[in-house]
């Protein structure tokens, strides 16, 4: 992640491969997102560079949009216990206090991962800016409860809210 926002004359003027190397990670493990992006540059702000990565997202045939659900980590899951999320992810679990559950609320979260992964094929997915982990628990709780297609649109729609979140952060107002 950038430590110095990024101009958005800058993103716009960056070579495919730069704009892929600088943004390839807003998408977890899914720099395609990134490349089907750029072009549609040049963006006016950062608003229209995040609809841009969000454009590529819905315009992916459904086995791409389940392999980049499918790329993200379970919240507070074995990725997270081991270090080794991606900088934003372990900014993000931390900043819902998710690297701080007590042991009751993380074997709550480990059970949910499981049922979660078991009905539907695909880590839960929420995007847990501002959020605590009252909040996520009682999103994990309820959208457990959805059928298949209800459910992987609504992860779908989380990773945009994730991305979103992360061109907002690397990029200058």
Do not use: C
């Amino acid at each position: 992640m950038a430590e110095t926002p990024i101009p958005i004359d800058a993103a716009n003027l960056m070579t495919r491969e730069a704009f892929v190397a600088a943004f390839g990670d807003v998408a977890e493990h899914s720099p395609w997102v990134a490349e089907r992006a750029a072009t549609a540059r040049p963006f006016a702000d950062r608003r229209t560079m995040a609809e841009a990565f969000l454009d590529a997202i819905f315009d992916a045939d459904p086995p791409t949009q389940l392999a980049l659900v499918r790329a993200h980590p379970d919240l507070a899951g074995r990725v997270a216990i081991a270090g080794e999320l991606l900088p934003a992810s372990r900014k993000e679990q931390a900043g819902a206090g998710l690297d701080k559950l007590t042991a009751a609320e993380f074997a709550r979260f480990t059970a949910l991962n499981e049922a979660y992964r078991a009905k539907f094929g695909f880590p839960f997915i929420f995007a847990v800016k501002g959020a605590d982990k009252h909040k996520i628990l009682k999103a994990f709780e309820a959208r457990i409860e959805n059928d298949p297609e209800a459910e992987l649109a609504a992860a779908i729609r989380q990773v945009g809210n994730i991305i979103t979140f992360r061109i907002e952060d690397r990029m200058a107002p």
